[in-house]
Every structure is written in structure tokens, then in C-alpha cells.
């Protein structure tokens, strides 16, 4: 069992960075089959408090000054809600899913529908991906998942789509079935911090990944936040951050210390229940990163 990090940096203050998020009400929110460990159909959901929790989420992104944008919910589809599955922008360009299972198939053109509506230029895949669920930019890289859903040629495909350089990173526990479940990008841009250059950075469950794969996240990312199996098997890692605002699960309250030691300022918000169909916080966030 990994053990979370003793050695702390100076608490300095961080700056926050605009986002421009995609989200989606939960209006449809059930858990009627199964396509990951998390999703219990016998279990009962109540669609009415998804959507509270989910309104909780939405109005901080706002309130911290965030924009947010809107996809309609399509009925039959109640996954959805879980946005970050719905694409991956970069520049202005969206690389859209193509989903593993064919419960989620659905969804797929209704995301690239979107993004052509609202001026992207929209890229239709050839292999199997589920947007930034397995795809996280931090700096002018894309750090890509795989082992459960996206597959080793979509990392191929999405560098070839933005240009950029792809870390692959295999994923070997079924509950962090998505790379986003297992890590979140701190800083995902080069920066100054406490009066010097810093790394762009990130926090991740070391348990998640296979050896190949953590040797090369602590190659890459020495000053990473390593996060203990309690806090990552709450969906800790199911995160969204600005760069000093991080919204985290109310149960990671390690990762919510190990957030305050490196000065940034975690915010609880409880999605309990979109946990029961799989989902978090970052789940339920897409980032539209314009030209």
C-alpha cells in the first residue's frame, strides 16, 4: 500500500487561471448497467440529488469566476453528465470519443454536434478513446492512459492530432479505469512560483499505474503529490484545479493536507452520488481550451 509524501514545500500563495468548462445536467442520471467496477445497478440512485450536487459543483465554477458552457442532456444517455468523456481541446480543436462500450455510443455524435456549433474544428477519430478521461495536457504534453478503455493507437492519434508529445502511462487497477481517476494536473503550465521558474505539476496514485509507468511519472514530475490509496480509492484524484483553487472529494482529507502544504486552497465538493455511476468531479468536467 503506497503511503502519502512527508516532505513539504513553502505554503506560498498559487494564482488561479481562468478555465472554460463543459458540463452537463444530470437529468437522466441512473445507473441501469454496468461498464466499470463502481456501477451497481441493483444499488438504488436518486436522480434528484445527482442534480443537486452536480448544481453545487457548476455554481462554484462560477462563483470562482470560471465560464462554463452547457451540453443538453439526451435521455437514454446517463452518462452524459461525465463531460471529460465527451472530447479532448486544445487550441480550438476538438478530438471527439469513440466510446469502448456501446452504452456510452450515443453520445459521441452529440459531442462533436456541440463542438461544430460552437466554432471548433472538430477531428472524428479512427481508434478508441474517451476524451480527456485518458488525456490530461500539463505544459506542451499530453500525458495519455490506457489498459481499460482508450486504446495504445489513440495516443498515437491524438499526438498526431495536436502535435504534441504523448507520454503513455498503462493503467492496472480496474477502479481507476480512466487516467483522470488516478491523477490530476496541478499546474498545467510552466510558471513562477515562489520567486523562481517551476514545472508545470501534478499529483497521482502510485498503485494505479504498472512500474514502467510510475518510473516514468516520477522521472518527469519529482515534485509530484503522491496520494495514499484511501484518499484514491474516494475519487481524491477525480480533481479540477486553476492553479490554486482545487476541488477535491470531502473523504480525501489526506490530499486535502498534502494540497495545503504545497499552498494551494482545496475546496470539498461531495458528488457521492454520480460516484455510483463511476464519476467525480473532473468527470464531470471538460476543459475547452480556445485559440
Known amino acids: ?61 462560477l462563483e470562482l469566476g470560471h465560464e462554463v458552457e452547457l451540453i443538453e442532456p439526451l435521455a437514454g444517455y446517463p452518462d ?34 456541440w463542438f461544430r456549433a460552437n466554432g471548433y474544428e472538430t477531428v472524428e477519430p479512427e481508434e478508441v478513446n474517451e476524451g480527456e478521461g485518458d488525456f490530461l495536457l500539463v505544459g506542451d504534453t499530453i500525458l495519455a492512459g490506457t489498459g481499460f478503455r482508450s486504446t495504445d493507437d489513440s495516443h498515437r492519434e491524438v499526438g498526431a492530432v495536436f502535435g504534441r508529445e504523448v507520454i503513455s502511462l498503462n493503467l492496472t487497477d480496474p477502479r481507476f479505469y480512466h487516467l483522470d481517476t488516478a491523477l490530476t494536473v496541478l499546474d498545467p ?22 512500474d514502467a509507468s510510475r518510473a516514468i511519472l516520477e522521472d518527469r514530475f519529482p ?32 490530499f486535502e493536507q498534502q494540497l495545503r502544504d504545497r499552498g494551494y486552497n482545496p475546496i470539498m465538493v461531495d458528488l457521492s452520488e454520480l460516484l455510483l455511476g463511476g464519476g467525480g468531479i473532473k468527470c464531470c468536467t471538460l476543459e475547452l481550451r480556445a485559440k
Open 1 to 61: 500500500m503506497s503511503t502519502p509524501e512527508t516532505i513539504t514545500a513553502p505554503a506560498t500563495p498559487r494564482t488561479a487561471q481562468h478555465r472554460r468548462y463543459l458540463m452537463c445536467r444530470p437529468e437522466h442520471f441512473t445507473v441501469s448497467y454496468t461498464i466499470n467496477p463502481w456501477m451497481q445497478p441493483a444499488l438504488p440512485t436518486d436522480t434528484e440529488k445527482a442534480v443537486a450536487q452536480w448544481q453545487q459543483l457548476y455554481d462554484l465554477y
Open 80 to 113: 452524459m453528465v461525465y463531460t471529460a468523456n465527451g472530447g479532448f481541446v486544445i487550441d480550438g480543436r476538438a478530438y471527439v470519443p469513440k466510446f469502448r462500450f456501446t452504452e456510452r455510443a450515443g453520445e459521441a455524435p452529440a459531442f462533436a454536434d
Open 189 to 210: 503550465v510552466e510558471g513562477v512560483h515562489n520567486g523562481g521558474p517551476e514545472r508545470a505539476n501534478i499529483a497521482y496514485l502510485p498503485g494505479a499505474f504498472d
Open 223 to 254: 515534485d509530484a503529490i503522491l496520494v495514499s490509496d484511501e484518499d484514491g480509492s474516494v475519487f481524491g484524484l477525480n480533481s479540477a484545479s486553476d492553479g490554486r483553487n482545487v476541488i477535491i472529494s470531502p473523504r480525501a482529507t489526506g
